[in-house]
Every structure is written in structure tokens, then in C-alpha cells.
Nanobody
Framework: QVQLVESGGGSVQAGGSLRLSCAVSGYFYRNKCMGWFRQAPGKEREGVVAIYTGGGSTWYADSVKGRFTISQDSAEDTVYLQMNSLKPDDTAMYYC????????????????????????WGHGTQVTVSS
């Protein structure tokens, strides 16, 4: 059973930073598309970032380019999301996702495929940015 456990959310003032972590267990193959989604109250879920763990290629939503960085620790099967220059619009529940079906090209072009039957989700961690 694939499980994802997120940590690192919290509250911060605008301009501040937070780092989220997502640890994967139950899936022993290195290559997968890992990413983060977020959903604010009354808004649709949106993809934020993704990384293909086999080679390290990344995808970023335009809204976070230059501010957010996704990275990985392959030995620990953990991905990290470093969020800098946070804005109130970044306030949302952030969900980690593991897409076991997308290859490196699809992951780099589009991020995690949220509708795949082989995409697994964490329970989410809240990020709140105050002005």
C-alpha cells in the first residue's frame, strides 16, 4: 500500500518561507512523478510543482515560478517543497501526490496527473499566509 505523509505546513507572514516534506512508503521503484497540489476554500485544486524522481526534471506552475523549489532525497524517498516569498494567495491546503503512471516527459510537461488511478495522495497540510 502506497502511503504519503506530509509535514511542514503552518502560518507565516507575507514574504516569509516554509518548507514542506512528503515521505513515500510502500512503493519501492525509484522512478515516479511526485508533486504538490493545493486547494483554497471555494477554489479548484491546482497543481503547483512536480519532479520526476528518476532523473530530477521538474515542472512548476506559473504562479510559483521563481518562488517555490521542489527537490528530493532519493535515499529517503522524500520530496521537499521550499516556498519563499509567500503571498496571501498561497494560502491553501497542500497535498502531496505520487503519480506512478506518468513518464519523465509527461511529468516535466504537465506535472502529476491527478485523475490517474495510479496517483496516490497524502492527507494534506495547511499553509496560511497572512498579510
Amino acid at each position: 500500500q502506497v502511503q504519503l505523509v506530509e509535514s511542514g505546513g503552518g502560518s507565516v507572514q507575507a514574504g516569509g518561507s516554509l518548507r514542506l516534506s512528503c515521505a513515500v512508503s510502500g512503493y519501492f521503484y525509484r522512478n515516479k512523478c511526485m508533486g504538490w497540489f493545493r486547494q483554497a476554500p471555494g477554489k479548484e485544486r491546482e497543481g503547483v510543482v512536480a519532479i520526476y524522481t528518476g532523473g530530477g526534471s521538474t515542472w512548476y506552475a506559473d504562479s510559483v515560478k521563481g518562488r517555490f523549489t521542489i527537490s528530493q532525497d532519493s535515499a529517503e524517498d522524500t520530496v521537499y517543497l521550499q516556498m519563499n516569498s509567500l503571498k496571501p494567495d498561497d494560502t491553501a491546503m497542500y497535498y502531496c501526490a505520487a503519480d506512478l503512471s506518468s513518464g519523465p516527459g509527461a511529468c516535466r510537461a504537465n506535472g502529476v496527473e491527478p485523475r490517474s488511478g495510479r496517483t496516490y495522495w497524502g492527507h494534506g497540510t495547511q499553509v496560511t499566509v497572512s498579510s
